[in-house]
């Protein structure tokens, strides 16, 4: 079975500020993570995914995560945050092979203010 | 190129009353998943179709709710009956066979059940 746990529903930074959103997952077998953004009436749009190759992930918007599986973790982070980043951040996790539904964390709630 | 689409955008029904969702994927994909999300949650899966075959509905929360996808193209999904529970925003998305490939999302359908 897998699961997805983010820590904080809501997190504020100020604009110019380093954005850390927390991921940790469960998995049985060496899972595929993902960070999805969803802006208010859209639907999700993929900012980056973790598939077994480097562990250091590089996405759209200047965002990157690590996979690190000694901490079952894949943190969501940006240098410096903008106006435009505030949105709703869900972290997903999947099982290589098969069909690969996605498991979604309960999302956390970006505020950027200035 | 078009994305996923979804219709209607919105839908407001009485209690008892059956609807249907209408999913477009993007054109050549294989696989296409329904997941529902309630307010302030994450998405949860709710059944995934491979071409025209339904090979996963364990999400599906009842008898009440039916998908399909008879062509391997568009996909309806109908809820019978419908409660006020049933109230949620209902996304698809749709991706290609290959094991790391993206989950494409619509913008969603937003249900009220009144």
């Known amino acids: 079975a897998q699961s997805v746990t983010q820590l904080g529903s809501h997190v504020s930074v100020s604009e110019g500020a380093l954005v850390l959103l927390r991921c940790n997952y469960s998995?049985?077998?060496?899972?595929?993570l993902f960070w999805y953004v969803q802006y208010p009436n859209q639907g999700l749009q993929l900012l980056l995914k973790?598939?077994?190759?480097?562990?250091l992930v590089k996405g759209i918007n200047g965002f990157e995560a690590e996979f690190k599986k000694s901490e079952t973790s894949f943190h969501l982070t940006k240098p410096s945050a903008h106006m435009s980043d505030a949105a709703e951040y869900f972290c997903?996790?999947?099982?290589?092979?098969?069909?690969?539904?996605?498991?979604f964390g309960a999302g956390t709630r970006l505020a950027v203010h200035p | 190129g078009a994305g996923v689409s979804q219709s209607p955008r919105y839908k407001v029904a009485k209690r008892g009353q059956d609807v249907a969702l209408r999913c477009d994927p993007i054109s050549g994909h294989v696989s296409l998943f329904w997941y529902q999300q309630a307010l302030g949650q994450g998405p949860e899966f709710l059944t995934y179709?491979?071409?025209?075959?339904?090979?996963?509905k364990s999400g599906l929360p009842s008898d009440r709710f039916f998908a399909e996808r008879p062509e391997g193209s568009v996909s309806t999904l109908k809820i019978q009956r419908t409660q006020q529970e049933d109230s949620a925003v209902y996304l698809c998305?749709?991706?290609?066979?290959?094991?790391?490939?993206?989950?494409?999302f619509g913008p969603g359908t937003r249900l009220t059940v009144l």
């Open positions: 998305a749709s991706k290609n066979t290959g094991s790391s490939d993206t989950q494409y």
């Open positions: 973790y598939t077994s190759a480097a562990t």
């Open positions: 998995s049985s077998v060496p899972p595929y």
């Open positions: 997903a996790v999947s099982a290589p092979g098969g069909y690969n539904k996605l498991i």
């Open positions: 179709f491979q071409n025209e075959a339904q090979l996963d």
